[in-house]
């Protein structure tokens, strides 16, 4: 008998691993399973790295719609989800080369979906012509759906145009995105507001999409508000005013009222408008703050001061005119249930005087276009009741989706929720049931060996850090609102940060019978994921690893007995992806396997690229 | 082998030892062994147990003879001193570093052709001297580096790959060393780290001479399903004759051990050895019972494995000799050579 088999024998089991469920290695490509839309990031970098931009574009606007525009401003769930992000401190910067392959794409009309000239007879009424409309359409138009967007704005792209300013979001970016799907033979009444929803119905549309987003930024009732309203702006108001050209200068000193991206979007703004002094000031502790890290940075950067614990308390005038803004400071005393921080006033006030007020503490849903008596339930918050997998209403043939759903989001999730409304329609105009007959995912996985040490992609980690963001020239952006302030990465540049990636769709697939138990790949990884021991229950297994695995997000790869009755536990965890465990098994019980999912989409012409990676 | 390097990149939360290393700091360049080779199992358990030791790699000297086994310590410790000699000449280059300075560890790492063949004398002199050192022999029964010929240690009854047949009896370095007076005397099987490791560290922490013989597959030449140190082979009929436990002597004995079923023995520096009996009848501290076990167990086509033997008051070559407690580089010039003068007063002795 072997001593190791004598070792604290076993209660509970793990049991082993069920790979056949696409589920497991999809989990393992963190980007790809955080993305809302699964765009196949791995697939996509190793394609820069190639300098085959428009694949990699393509691959793109199949899973997100928008690369060029997303490339710039998508909020980004896949970075903090990065497996790098856990090896080394920064994640791969893998927004920054989504827009690398929308800069460099050239020509990809020829890779654009065919519009059948014959329609299939059904027509759809899209209401707001934001990031899910425009996906609807995009995803309906190839199956020769006639599909009707209104917008009441003079434009499309909803808040992508009138909100993010184009110092991060240049409008020929969001132009050539948003006319590639109306060129599809999408009818825009552009100008055209719905007043009212029984109306639209009565129309006949075989089905109405509602993207019209969560249009009302909240306001603040505190003294004064009503007396100095000439000067206090609601911050997404103003942005629309200065997207739209009505608005060009603004006070010299600036405070703005809250710590979402929303007030990182004004203050930059106010700034180019002419604004000396501007502040931001936020309520609670800088550290639950809600804007991105890199909006944070980007405004500190610009020189913008951020006052945390600063709690508004009363508007000051003077002759009728805003003349200040008095704060309460706060303190935290603790957490609360949810972990955000308990506030109390500490007692000292101060007073931060000013021209203009930009008031940015959130966004609300407003329907008042919405009949309440035409079959559409809506919540004890005034929101309407949606399915989360068909975005159906209450009323059969009513869809909603964007921030319209379930309030403010990202660009990136009222594209999923495009996709997902769009799969629904299709199915119902075919008599079919949304939720039982919905397509499901696609996968796929094959070996990558070409030779004895040779694999068809670039194992050999290499340190690297974040390859930074070239920026333009700070006098020159900070003058004028239109120049870019990201000048995006050069191929060169790209290309070093393509490398960075870890390829973790390229998975380490696991053969019991094969494995003799030599160690040779426990002993290789670099990164200690292999694990050859007694089967346990789960929380004691991941105890007993030869580096405990205590990162519950990340599952652990768990065979069936081997030989000598243990068995071989892998912490997917921090794992590099590098093949050293298969090249140096002997008996090629490990092999490193390429995986593709496919989300599954309405039309199969608008995956094409994706269908290519399928075996 | 393969062409990329093992990537520096760690685990962020592997564990670090009393000096601030992690395990990852004891290793070696890239193995260029066979893929499977029992070898690097071995090195593996070698890194693990100098890292656990707290050993400074700078403390530590490895030297070895010709052999896949033999290049092996290019795999492990590349901070430590290292000396690769000539086909099995291992023991007397290790006598020699040891005479001159006595205060590094000294690891040997040989195969079984380098010592049972051409090594023998070698061998036998080494433990003959109770050289303080840690004698490993990485045993594939046979010559693995050039293309798998028996070696002496290949059991009668284990063919060739190609089926031919091995004309002669296996020479069974345990039951040798136990006779030539090795102080520590132990087998085990780089398939199983949970044993090899903490004889490893005991091998190391012993005083006087330790051996320490590994059964370690080929996987190229001797894994076939006819050889008797296959992995197969050696995981069905492997029968340890104890259980031990390594307990460094800053660390506390927690837990409590049974009279009659465990052996305990403190080592020359403070550690200790408790020895838990799997085998009842098997004593480790006497030589002739050690060497009846190894038999008998060979004689039912087992292989022992475990402590086989330990000799708690062994003294070591220096202590034989009384030589100066210094390590050479330590002994002031004037002192260490003495001068003409010096000379000729001897020489005038001796005439
Ligand atoms: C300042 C700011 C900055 C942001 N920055 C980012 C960012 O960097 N990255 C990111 O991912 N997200 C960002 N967002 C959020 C993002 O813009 C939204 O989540 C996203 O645009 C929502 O898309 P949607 O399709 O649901 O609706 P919207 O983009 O809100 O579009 C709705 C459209 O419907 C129209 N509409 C409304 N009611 C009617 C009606 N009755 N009739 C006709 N038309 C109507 C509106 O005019 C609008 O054009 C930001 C939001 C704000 C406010
Ligand atoms: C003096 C001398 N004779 C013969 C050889 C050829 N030779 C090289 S390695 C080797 C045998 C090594 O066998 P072993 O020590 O068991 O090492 P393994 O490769 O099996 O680990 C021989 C005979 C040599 N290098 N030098
Ligand atoms: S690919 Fe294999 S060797 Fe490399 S880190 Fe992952 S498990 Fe370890
Ligand atoms: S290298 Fe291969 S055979 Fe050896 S333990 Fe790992 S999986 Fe098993
Ligand atoms: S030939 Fe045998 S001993 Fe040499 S490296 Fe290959 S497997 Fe190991
Ligand atoms: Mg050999």
């Known amino acids: 008998m072997q001593a190791g088999e004598l070792a604290a024998r076993s209660r509970g089991r793990t049991a082993p691993t069920d790979i056949s469920n696409p589920s497991y290695f999809h989990k393992v490509v963190d980007c790809q399973w955080a993305c809302p839309t699964h765009t196949p990031v791995p697939e996509y970098i190793r394609l820069i790295a190639q300098g085959r931009y428009a694949a990699a574009y393509m691959l793109n606007w199949e899973s997100n719609v928008f690369p060029g525009i997303l490339g710039r401003v998508c909020d980004r769930p896949c970075e903090p989800a990065c497996r790098r992000g856990r090896v080394e401190e920064k994640p791969v910067a893998i927004c920054r080369l989504k827009r690398v392959a929308a800069d460099y794409k050239g020509e990809i009309d020829a890779f654009m979906p065919d519009i059948p000239s014959a329609k299939n007879g059904k027509r759809i009424a899209l209401v707001g012509a934001g990031p899910a409309s425009l996906t609807v359409a995009r995803d309906l138009m190839p199956l020769g759906y006639s599909c009707v967007l209104f917008e009441k704005d003079a434009k499309g792209g909803g808040l992508m145009r009138t909100n993010i300013p184009s110092f991060r979001l240049p409008a020929t970016v969001l132009d050539e995105e948003i006319d590639r799907i109306l060129a599809f033979g999408v009818e825009p009444r552009f100008g055209h507001e719905i007043k009212s929803l029984e109306a639209l119905l009565q129309e006949g549309f075989d089905a109405v999409f509602i993207g019209t987003g969560a249009p009302k930024g909240k306001d603040l009732n505190v003294p004064g508000r009503t007396q100095a309203r000439a000067n206090v702006h609601i911050g997404i108001d103003w942005l629309t005013s200065v997207a739209f050209e009505h608005v060009h200068t603004i006070g010299r000193r600036v405070v703005i009222i809250g710590g979402g991206n929303t007030a990182m979007d004004c203050c930059r703004t106010a700034l180019r408008l002419g604004g000396m002094d501007v502040r931001v000031t936020v309520r609670s502790p800088r550290r639950v703050m809600k804007a991105s890290p890199w909006e944070i940075e980007d405004a500190e950067h610009e020189g913008i001061p951020i006052f945390d614990n600063h709690s508004p308390k009363e508007f000051l005038l003077d002759k009728g005119r805003l003349a200040g803004v008095r704060f309460q400071k706060m303190r935290e005393v603790g957490v609360d249930r949810s972990g955000r921080p308990k506030l109390e006033p500490t007692g000292e006030e101060v007073v931060f005087e000013c021209d203009d007020v930009l008031m940015a503490i959130g966004q609300e849903n407003s329907f008042p276009w919405i009949e309440r008596n035409i079959g559409i339930e809506f919540d004890e918050w005034h929101m309407p009741k949606v399915d989360n997998t068909t975005m159906m209403s209450t009323r059969a043939g009513v869809f909603f989706g964007g921030d319209a759903a379930w309030g403010p989001e990202n660009i990136i999730w009222a594209v999923a929720h495009g996709h997902q409304a769009a799969l629904s329609i299709d199915l119902m105009c075919h008599g079919k049931d949304l939720a039982n007959e919905r397509p499901k995912s696609s996968s796929s996985r094959f070996s990558q060996k070409m030779g004895i040490h040779e694999w068809s992609y670039k194992n050999d980690y290499a340190p690297l850090n974040r390859v930074a963001m070239p920026h333009a020239d700070k006098a020159q952006s900070l003058r004028n609102l239109k120049v870019e302030v990201e000048l995006g990465y050069d191929d060169k540049l790209a290309f070093k940060e393509a490398e960075r990636c870890l390829n973790c769709d390229v998975q380490t697939v696991f053969s019991a019978p094969l494995c003799i138990e030599c160690d040779a790949c426990m002993d290789i990884c670099p990164v200690d994921c292999i694990n050859f021991i007694d089967n346990e229950d789960e929380p004691a297994l991941r105890e007993h690893l030869r580096v405990p695995a205590h990162n519950k997000t990340q599952d652990l790869y768990v065979s069936t007995p081997l030989k000598t009755g243990r068995i071989m536990a892998k912490d997917e965890d921090v794992c590099l992806h590098c093949g050293l465990c298969a090249e140096r098994c002997p008996t090629g019980a490990w092999d490193m396997q390429k995986f593709m999912y496919v989300e599954a989409q309405a039309a199969q012409a608008c995956l094409t690229h994706h269908n290519a990676y399928l075996r | ?351």
């Not at chain 2, 033999?70 to 280059?93: C, D, E």
């Not at chain 2, 167990?297 to 475990?306: E, I, L, Q």
């Not at chain 2, 330590?330 to 002192?335: G, K």
């Open chain 2, 1 to 351: 082998m393969s062409y990329i390097a093992k990537p520096s990149a760690h685990h962020p939360a592997l564990p670090k030892n009393a000096l601030g290393l992690t395990h990852r700091d004891y290793e070696g360049t890239m193995s260029t062994l066979c893929a499977g080779c029992g070898h690097d199992s071995i090195t593996a358990a070698l890194i693990e147990a100098c890292f656990e030791m707290d050993l400074p790699a700078h403390r530590i000297a490895k030297v070895s003879g010709i052999g896949c086994s033999s290049k092996a310590p290019t795999y492990f410790l590349s901070r430590s001193h290292g000396f690769n000699s000539v086909h099995g000449r291992m023991p007397s280059i290790t006598t020699g570093a040891n005479l001159a300075n006595r205060d590094l560890v000294y690891i040997g790492v040989s195969g079984d052709g380098d010592t049972a063949s051409i090594g023998l004398g070698q061998f036998c002199h080494a433990i003959r001297r109770r050289v303080n050192m840690t004698y490993i022999v990485m045993n594939n029964g046979c010559y693995g580096l050039t293309k798998g010929q028996f070696s002496a240690t290949n059991d009668k009854t284990s063919p060739s790959k190609k089926g031919d047949a091995n004309p002669f009896e296996a020479i069974d370095l345990c039951q040798m060393a136990i006779q030539l007076g090795a102080g520590f005397v132990a087998r085990s099987f780089s398939g199983d780290k949970a044993q090899l490791i903490p004889l490893l560290k005991a091998a190391i922490s012993y005083w006087g001479f330790a051996f320490l013989d590994v059964v370690s597959p080929c996987v190229t030449f001797n894994n076939h399903p006819t050889s008797t140190k296959s992995y197969d082979y050696v995981r069905a009929h492997n029968m340890a004759v104890d259980q031990l436990d390594f307990i460094e002597e800053k660390e506390e004995i927690t837990a409590h051990y049974a009279e009659g079923t465990s052996v305990s023995v403190t080592m020359h520096d403070g550690s200790r050895l408790v020895l838990h009996k799997l085998d009842q009848q098997h004593d480790p501290r006497d030589a002739d019972a050690a060497i009846m076990a190894i038999r008998s167990n060979a004689a039912k086509g087992r292989v022992a494995t475990g402590l086989l033997y330990v000799n708690e008051t062994q003294q070591d070559m220096h202590d034989i000799l009384a030589t100066d407690a210094r390590a050479l580089n330590s002994v002031p010039m004037a002192e260490l050579c003495p001068g003409v003068k010096a000379l000729e007063a001897i020489n005038a002795r001796l005439r």
